[in-house]
């Protein structure tokens, strides 16, 4: 497996709103409110799979990225 392919399986890792929550270094109810409001719903897609919920390590960097401010 060549570098490019293994650093695309890394970004479509699926993670649960535990690990989600993890990475964003936030609590799991702000992510789980989030998606009850819709609160950065473009910018913060998720999965439904059956009633679990899961984030695309992809989606959640570029969440990240769009997040990223210079001034207030």
């Known amino acids: 497996m060549n570098t490019a392919t293994a650093k695309k399986l890394d970004d479509d890792v699926l ?17 789980q409110s989030w998606r009850l409001s819709g609160k950065h719903g473009d910018s913060l897609p998720y999965i439904k799979v059956g009633r679990s919920v899961r984030y695309r390590k992809s989606a959640l960097d570029n969440f990240l990225e769009v997040s990223a401010r210079t001034h207030t």
């Open 15 to 31: 993670l649960t709103t535990k690990e989600a929550a993890a990475m964003l270094q936030m609590s799991v109810s702000t992510l």
